[in-house]
């Protein structure tokens, strides 16, 4: 038998977590966030990519970022070392990132992405990691996570607004330069991280293996369904407005007004689930997703557009904070790392591969049309929570 997860239920209230520090992690890391998932896309198209290769850059960043986040993870909990590990990727990440700037065919840029890939994969969950780390001591709020990841939609607005803009100035191709500044930027912050917030002793390898049990995989093909259903969204909803006829200010603004309708969950999130069941959340989102993609499949107005981006507030955000609190309900002190890992691979890293690779092949023939493919796999996610719900005892 593996280490019982506790409930974080029973963790008083009162202490403050190091969120500053989080917080400016959050705030960069979203920060470049909002230069790459609305643009780097866009830049590999106007340079002459194909649907296929595109979607070929991205499944292979993914399945790359999948493998290693789940070593570097192991390697970080098996001997307590996620802080150096953290701060050695995020550099590398960084250095790697700039092979961009010297190519722009096809194959050197895959190249490229797998080398990347590698060393990035592990940032964002490993930070995970330190969150819920600071939100299980004595006295603090786990649910109070949205409030410092609420930091990274506040940058991730900004940056986008103000890339729509320059975007419409300028060309796509002061893209990769751009994320290379700003991934410096994190790599320099990373150091400041509290040493207290990694692991005090290695953890055995049973305490690993303990958590991946049934109910935490149903949940994670769970996640992988839900994250598969966003493949055609984030992988080509900027592509798709571009031939529609909406310039790069209308497109800014679109990713912008996503992240504000997620801001209000991040902000709100203690209060949230504090009367909303994580399970419960976490159909709901998946049901909105279904809508959400539904619409943009069906309509093409700009009212429409920017009414269906309002629905991040529940498809990514309210999903999103249910994963990590879920997560954290599954694991142990010795296995957090992994399992942010584990959860941030295969929703993040295979569910949007598959998005990716599938809508790759796909959209050059059906374009849009695949939304509705999106919508059909939402579903099948929410359908799955609540197999998985009805049958194992939640945590």
Sequence with gaps: MGPTPRNISTIPSGARPPSVILSAHYFLYFGMMGIFLPFFNLFCHNIGLSGFEIGAINSTRTVVMVLFSILWGALADRLALRRPVFILTSFLSALAFGGYLFTDTFLPMLGVTV?????????IPFLEAFTMEALNRPGADPNAYGRIRAWGSLSFIGVVMVMGRVMEISSTRLVPPLILLASLMLALCTPAMPRDL???????????KSLFNRRTLGFLLANFLMLAGHGTYYGFFSIHLEQTGYGPGFIGLAWALATLAELAVMTG?????KHLPIHRALWIACLLAALRWVVLFAFT??????LSQLLHAATYALFHIACILYTDRLSTPGNRTVAQVANNAVSYGLGLMAGFLVNGWLYDRYGAGLFLMS???????AALLFLVASRSPRP
Excluded: D, H, N
């Design 375 to 381: 919508a059909g796999i939402s579903l099948g996610a």
């Design 115 to 123: 080398v990347y890939a590698l060393f990035f994969g592990p940032v």
């Design 301 to 306: 107005s700009p009212a429409a557009i920017l």
């Design 198 to 208: 990694s692991p005090l002793k290695p953890a055995g390898t049973s305490e690993i």
């Design 269 to 273: 999130s203690s209060r949230i689930f």
